[in-house]
C-alpha cells in the first residue's frame, strides 16, 4: 500500500506517519507537504531514513503534482488550522482547505482510489448542551471551521455524484508532542518553563472537549481500514475542561517537575480581549465510531498531559528552533534543491 498522507510535516499527521510505519509493516507513506510555518520536517527525524518513507515537498493545491506522484490512497491531513489566524486572513485557508481538498478529491476520482479526510467537530459549531454525533448540523463560526465545513461537503458530493469511496473523520482537539506552540496547551507550557505571561481568552470558561494525538491517530487508521464508504465518524474521548482549569492543571505539572514556586507560575495568567466569535463550547459524541469499529481513546487526561509536559520538557532544542525560527532550514539542509520546491 502506497499511502499519500499530506500535510505530514504538522503535528497530528507526523504522529500518524510514525505510528502507521511501525503498526504496518508493509505500508509505504509519501507525506506531501507544502511546509508552511506550521510544516516543521524535524518532527519526523526519526523516521526520514527509512525506506518506506518519502517526502515531497509540494502543495495539495497543485494538480500537476499530484497527478504524478504515485499513489493507491489518500489521507488528507494537510490544511490551514489555526481558529486565531483565519480570523485575521481568510484566504489561506479557503485556498488549502477548500480548493485544495477539490483538487485532492478530483485525484483521487481520476484514480478510483480512498480517500480518507480529516476533519474537526468544530464545523459542528458551538453547543450549550448534549454532545455533536454525526447528523447534527453543520454551523461553523470561524473561518477555520467554514472552511473546513466546506470541505466536507465537497467530499460527501464526490461520495454521491461520483460514487468515490471516502470517509471523514470528526475529532475534538488534540494534545500532545509536536504540537506547534501557537495552541493552547504547548503555549502553556512553554510560557510557563519561559516564565512569560499566559493569555487566556475572556473569561476561561470555555470548553473544549480534549484527546491524546495519539487515540486521534488510532481512530484516523481504524476508519481507514474498516471505515464505510460516505460515512462520517466523529472522534473523541468525552473529556471536556473548560480552558482556565486545563491552564492551572499545566501549572501546578510544571511547578512539581522543574522545581518552581506555583504560585508565581499562577501568576502569570493574564486575562486578555476574547477572540472575536468565540465557540463556547464543543463536545462531541465518538459512540458511533467506538460501535462500528471497536476503537476506545485510551490515554486518560492527566496522564497524557504529565508526558505532553514531559515531552517539551525533553525536547527543548524542537521548540528553540521554532521560536528563534530556524527550524525552517531544515528542509534546504536536509534535501537542498534534490526535491521539487
Ligand atoms: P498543523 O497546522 O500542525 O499541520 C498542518 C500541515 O499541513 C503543516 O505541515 C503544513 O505545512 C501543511 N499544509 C498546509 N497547507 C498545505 C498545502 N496547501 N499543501 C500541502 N500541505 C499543506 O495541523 P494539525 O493540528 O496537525 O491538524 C491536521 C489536520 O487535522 C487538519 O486538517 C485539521 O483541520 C485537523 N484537526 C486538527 C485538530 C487539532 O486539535 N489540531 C482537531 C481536529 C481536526
Ligand atoms: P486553540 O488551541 O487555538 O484551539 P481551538 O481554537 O481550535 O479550539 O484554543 C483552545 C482554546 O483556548 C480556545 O477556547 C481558545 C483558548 N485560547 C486561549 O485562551 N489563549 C490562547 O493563547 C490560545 C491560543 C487559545
Redesign the pocket.
Known sequence: MKLLV??G?????SNYIRYVLSAHPDYHIIN?????Y??NLENLKDIEASDRYTFIK????DGELLRETEFDAIIN??????VDRSILDAQPFLQ?NVM?TCNLLEVARQRGCVFLH???DEVYGSTREGAFHEASPLLPNSPYSAS?ASSDLLVRSYVETHKLKAMITR????YGPYQ?PE?LIPLVILNAINRKPIPVYGDGMNVRDWIYVMDHCKAVDAVFHKGASGDIYNIGSRNERPNIEIVKLILRKVAEKLGLDEDALMKLITFVGDRKGHDRRYAIDPSKTERELGWRPEMDFGEGITKTIEWYIANEQWWQRILSGDYMEYYNAQYGERLRT
Open positions: 499530506t500535510g510535516a504538522g503535528f497530528i499527521a506531501l507537504d507544502k511546509l508552511t506550521a510544516g509540494g502543495d495539495i493545491c491531513f494537510a490544511a490551514e488550522s489555526h488549502t485544495g480529516v476533519s474537526t473546513k475529532c475534538s482537539n488534540n506547534f495552541k
